[in-house]
């Protein structure tokens, strides 16, 4: 198969240089002139490659305008593409109408950034609510970190579905459970749900501009904290882009520790979302079962690592700490506990006949659908989509543990809790291999200075999915631009397209099945 | 249905302070939390929360004081799914620019005496996301806050803690 950059190079000729500033090598980065920026993409997306992200960076620092990225996946590939944006014609052109996912980045980037995509057919903004000043853009280096928003008049343009019985219900953002805020606005008919619109943005806290006033290692908290539920992937992914641009090779055991704590974040999330799955069918007794055995690994967190979710454990440059002897014996015993205790567990679910009626055909994305919006993660392989960065761009101790990746196509409520089931299993299956192999050489490495204007990449699959993080260092080596890409970016749109043709009340169980992050998309 | 009823009395009681794992602390807060709650509120605690900006990873912990090991419910503490009938609000932090009108609407809907507790370091003072064009900081700086728990994220024990003294300063 001809690699994704030769695609491009073949299509674009002279018009398409090589960019070896973006590190690690195995990740390939092109600079395209912005009149053919939409032409890359659309080669790509002929040869079936995904658009992962696309965000914009301010380089005006290095005495250059603004600078667009797109990045796309297809298997073990990744290709960062770049076009330059002058300062004083500030618009790119859309990669919309070839890549539906590119929809609300290019919102995204327009309201928090002010370059226009021409072309994308819907210019509100998207995470600037509509009572910022127009010209706010926070991610321009002119924009002060510390300005206070001023409110202005102005409203948000739902889309309306009208006609005689047709109603509308909007929730949020405060909801009635404990969860975080967001606003649904349903059209419906009677119980048929015609439309829902989100409508996001509640729970921006301007992380990705205040990673620009932290230290690289500062930085690593905050990173820990883009969605506290996924603290091990975000802060494990943030640190391996600091340590791809800055050249940093880690010990062996600091790779086995941080898979550990991948592997036991993604048990401990599966388990309260298969709970929770169960809650909004009002299968309250699977739901109290699945979180006694999450609240006892938990408890094994904070016994072993000194924390229950283990933040702040994964530091550029390695982990900050150790496991003994004891600790591997407590882990091993877990799992021969939690293995007796989950599997009934399980059985009882897969019975379950009122459960399967209400789990089954609910929300369904079909693989088109998830193909489309180029979904990630838990909600893409559950509509067919074999994706996971673990096999795709593993890092040690995956280059040698072999992962299976369940894979289902019906794409309903009950696909994406399978898969969780499943890879409940199969990590810990995993876990136990890591424990059996890990080596004993060191924990932490300093890590290099950044030279200036270089860049880093890393992808790592939390129990969402696919993290990206692309870092920028900046002329004095400091960060200039930290982009975050969490699986809710993108898997968000799964779940306004799984809605239609169901009832409004089953849409509590499709969002729990989704379970996106709010924190983790808003920023 | 056989093998429900089977897990069922295989799991037994798992409420702390009885076994299998024990942490003497739970219980003792749960004592007073019981007579507090019994002499000011009929023995009934309404809690609305709301999460004013935070990362989830307070939600998490107020979820898991909900669970069988700490049982919150024993103690007559539940949550609602409205401030309309909510005695305390659990606001979690920092508060976000974005969600400044909705927090204080939600205040405004709740009925005296309106106990308002802010969880975790963020929603004490802003912690990470500090103040800025996003973030207003603590809860502080929007509504008026009567008891404070810190952490990042505090345990479900030291959240049961808090609550009470919340409820303990206000009368």
Known sequence: MIRLKSLVLNELGKDAREDDSLAPSSVSSLVVPRKRFADAARTLKKDYALLAAEWAADETPFGRGFAVFACFRREQEYLVIKTEVPVGDATFPSLTKKYAAAYRFERQIQSLMGLTPVGNPDDRPWIKHEDWPANAWPLRKTFDAKTTMQRVPGEYRWIRAEGDGIYEIPVGPVHAGIIEPGHFRFQAMGEDVINLEEKLGYVHKGIEKRFESFSWQEAARLAGRVSGDTTVAHSLSYSRAVEALTGTVLPDRAQWLRALFLERERIANHLGDLGAICNDVAFTFLFYQFHRLKEILLRTNHHLFGHRFLMDRIVPGGVVVDIDGEGVLAITNELAWLEREYEPLVTIYDENASLEDRVRDAGVLRPEQARDLCAVGIVARASGLNLDCRVDHPFPPYDRISVNVPVLISGDAHARAWVRVEEIRESIRIIREILRTVPSDGLIVPIGDPLPDRSGFAAVEGWRGEILYWVQSGPNGEINRCMVRDPSSVNWLGLEQCIHGNIVPDFPLCNKSFNQSYSGHDL | ??????????????????????????????????????????????????????????????????????????????????????????????????????????YAATPPPKIVVAVGDCGCNGGVFGESYASLGGVGKVIPVDAVIPGCPPTPTTLLQGILKAIDGKF
């Open chain 2, 1 to 106: 249905m056989i093998r429900i009823l089977k897990h069922i009395f295989r799991t037994g009681i798992v409420t702390e302070p009885l076994p299998p794992i024990t942490d003497p602390e739970i219980g003792k807060i749960g004592v007073q939390l019981e007579e507090a709650i019994r002499s000011r509120f009929q023995r009934s605690l309404a809690i609305r929360q709301v999460d004013a900006g935070s990362c989830n990873g307070c939600e998490l912990e107020i979820h898991a004081i909900n669970n069988a090991f700490y049982n919150c419910e024993r103690f007559g503490i539940h949550f609602t799914a409205s401030p309309r009938f909510a005695d305390l609000l659990l606001v979690t932090g920092p508060v976000s620019h974005n969600m400044e009108i909705a927090l204080k609407r939600t």
